[in-house]
């Protein structure tokens, strides 16, 4: 089961903001381990977004940006366009599993 | 540009052992890296199977530890996964991804879709 919980769905209609939580603990994001984000299409594999809590790969839209404090990061995406619907997953290390861990996942969808 | 792609058969009867293979072009896996296993079972999320480093060095996942075998051949640029004593629970999507310890994934392989089915 995943240990970095996230919102089920977020909604909004285009050009609007949406921001997805991701909450950890003190074993994985509280313990300063990096906060990545990716994002899934329907049928396709998961796209790094987000890497090392706010910095985004080349190609990847200013729209997007991610923040982390404490034992939680968040995503959030503005401008918000059709393309966008997708489901988003962040992912970070825990000492105590010692191992990479997913979050549970958000559907965002675009009104 | 690096490319992933996993090979192996999709049907595996239930006690059998999954076998998979992912390949790896336009990166040397002996450059650096560790190579990993993911899955995703149908309808739910991403979970970490396993890495292995260039050198052999292994890290895995301590719930599927004790059925899980993953290794490298750099000579022909691919890593491996064998997870055995397969159950209807291991039916899954599995991809294999460039990742950086403790870090991220940056590059993924399409995935494949594994049944367990006798």
């Given at each position: 089961?995943?240990?970095?919980?996230?919102?089920?769905?977020?909604?909004?209609?285009?050009?609007?903001?949406?921001?997805?939580?991701?909450?950890?603990?003190?074993?994985?994001?509280?313990?300063?381990?990096?906060?990545?984000?990716?994002?899934?299409?329907?049928?396709?594999?998961?796209?790094?977004?987000?890497?090392?809590?706010?910095?985004?790969?080349?190609?990847?839209?200013?729209?997007?940006?991610?923040?982390?404090?404490?034992?939680?990061?968040?995503?959030?995406?503005?401008?918000?366009?059709?393309?966008?619907?997708?489901?988003?997953?962040?992912?970070?290390?825990?000492?105590?599993?010692?191992?990479?861990?997913?979050?549970?996942?958000?559907?965002?969808?675009?009104? | 540009?690096v490319q992933l792609q996993e090979?192996?058969?999709?049907?595996?009867?239930?006690?059998?052992?999954?076998?998979?293979?992912c390949t790896v072009s336009?990166?040397?896996?002996?450059?650096?890296?560790?190579?990993?296993?993911?899955?995703?079972?149908?309808?739910?999320?991403?979970?970490?199977?396993?890495?292995?480093?260039?050198?052999?060095?292994?890290?895995?996942?301590?719930?599927?530890?004790?059925?899980?075998?993953?290794?490298?051949?750099?000579?022909?640029?691919?890593?491996?996964?064998?997870?055995?004593?397969?159950?209807?629970?291991?039916?899954?999507?599995?991809s294999c991804a460039r990742?950086?310890?403790?870090?991220?994934?940056?590059h993924w392989g399409q995935?494949?879709?594994?049944?367990?089915?006798?």
């Amino acid at each position: 089961q995943s240990v970095l919980t996230q919102p089920p769905s977020v909604s909004a209609a285009p050009g609007q903001r949406v921001a997805i939580s991701c909450t950890g603990s003190s074993s994985n994001i509280g313990a300063g381990y990096d906060v990545q984000w990716y994002q899934q299409l329907p049928g396709t594999a998961p796209k790094l977004l987000i890497y090392d809590n706010t910095n985004r790969p080349s190609g990847v839209p200013d729209r997007f940006s991610g923040s982390k404090s404490g034992t939680s990061a968040s995503l959030a995406i503005t401008g918000l366009q059709a393309e966008d619907e997708a489901d988003y997953y962040c992912q970070s290390y825990d000492s105590r599993l010692t191992g990479y861990v997913f979050g549970t996942g958000t559907r965002v969808t675009v009104l | 540009q690096v490319q992933l792609q996993e090979s192996g058969p999709r049907l595996v009867k239930p006690s059998e052992t999954l076998s998979l293979t992912c390949t790896v072009s336009g990166y040397s896996i002996s450059s650096g890296y560790y190579w990993g296993w993911i899955r995703q079972s149908p309808g739910k999320g991403l979970e970490w199977i396993g890495s292995i480093h260039y050198s052999g060095s292994t890290y895995f996942n301590p719930s599927l530890k004790s059925r899980l075998t993953i290794s490298v051949d750099t000579s022909k640029n691919q890593f491996s996964l064998k997870l055995n004593s397969m159950t209807a629970a291991d039916a899954a999507v599995y991809s294999c991804a460039r990742g950086r310890w403790l870090q991220y994934f940056d590059h993924w392989g399409q995935g494949t879709l594994v049944t367990v089915s006798s």
